[in-house]
């Protein structure tokens, strides 16, 4: 059974760091995109970043870039997420999710959760002092 477990969430105070970390059980991430995505209270879920298989290949939002860095190591079975000079906007619960490719005409969004067929259930961030 395909599974995506999150780890690495915490209470941190504005200006630190955290490394999430997404575990792969049930298959191998070789042939898989994989993306982060965050959901705040009252919000809906946006995405932050994602890595195509190879990990050569990187798409981040606006509001993280320069901040967030995303890795993957397919022998680990492991796709990270390096969260540097957080910001009490970032407070959320981050998820990691899996696809196998992405779909549409035109213009792809790969931050999209639309594109991802395999959720983790989620770690929470909290950025606060």
């Known amino acids: 059974q395909l599974q995506l477990v999150e780890s690495g969430g915490g209470l941190v105070q504005p200006g630190g760091s955290l490394r999430l970390s997404c575990a792969a059980s049930?298959?191998?991430?070789?042939?898989?995109?994989i993306g982060w995505f965050r959901q705040a209270p009252g919000k809906e879920r946006e995405g932050v970043s994602c890595?195509?298989?190879?990990?050569?290949?990187?798409h981040y939002a606006d509001s993280v870039r320069g901040r967030f860095t995303i890795s993957r190591d397919n022998t680990e079975k492991k796709v990270y997420l390096e969260m540097i000079d957080l910001k009490p906007e970032d407070t959320a619960v981050y998820y990691c999710a899996a696809t196998m490719g992405y779909s549409g005409n035109g213009y792809i969004d790969v931050l999209s959760p639309e594109q991802y067929a395999y959720w983790g259930q989620g770690t929470p961030v909290t950025v606060s002092s």
């Open positions: 890595i195509n298989s190879s990990g050569r290949a990187a």
């Open positions: 049930g298959f191998t991430l070789d042939g898989y995109s």
